[in-house]
């Protein structure tokens, strides 16, 4: 045998680690872990912030071009007034159309992804639409296209996503928000931009 070999025999709990070295490797991925999840987890709260303006960009858009493909007033509906605790308010949109014959919608509901809600700012007192919503009628706010796909109102509307939450009927902004996108449709030609507040 081999000088090694005998060695490895003559000591075999010589093979493990002590308790100071597992207690040593413990306390680094312990501080990796304090390093790593925050960065993280503020990456996957930027991820909800930016897929919630591309979603509401798309419908947006998606609402422009229905307007002129089929030269009808289309309107996105924005609930900020439906019954305290309904889950839309402040939450969701929906594309809506008016045929001058009758109206119907374009697309469902969509909710924003969960921790991200809506603020509107430079909405006219034209900016408002009486749909169905939830086996009722209700009078909510609507960015309006009409058949040239124009804003119909005289400003520049804007759609304001922020993380935050719902509670007594009004949103609260998180206190160490990743920050706000702001969506603009700009008056008069309804092209839809996004910025970041």
């Known amino acids: 045998m081999t000088p090694s070999l005998l060695h490895r025999q003559r000591n075999p709990g010589r093979g493990g ?15 990796l872990a304090a390093v790593v999840i925050p960065g993280v987890t503020g990456l996957t709260r930027g991820a909800s912030l930016r897929g919630a303006t591309m979603q509401v960009r798309a419908t947006l858009v998606q609402a422009r071009q229905n307007a002129i493909s089929r030269r009808a007033d289309v309107s996105v509906l924005f609930p900020e007034t439906l019954p305290s605790g309904n889950a839309k308010n402040f939450r969701a949109c929906a594309v809506y159309a008016s045929t001058y014959t009758g109206k119907w919608y374009a697309a469902n509901w969509e909710f924003l992804p969960q921790g991200i809600v809506f603020k509107l700012n430079n909405f006219g007192s034209g900016d408002s639409a009486t749909a169905p919503v939830d086996g009722a009628t209700a009078t909510m706010k609507a960015l309006m296209f ?15 996503l922020m993380e935050g939450f719902v509670s007594g009927g009004s949103i609260q902004a998180r ?16 092209i839809v931009q996004v910025k970041r507040l």
């Open 146 to 160: 009409n058949r040239l796909g124009e804003r119909s109102s005289a400003t520049a509307a804007q759609v304001w």
């Open 17 to 31: 680690f002590t308790l100071a070295e597992l207690l040593a490797v413990i306390i680094i991925m312990a501080i």
């Open 175 to 190: 206190a160490k928000a990743g920050g706000t996108n702001q969506i603009d449709v700009l008056f008069p030609a309804g």
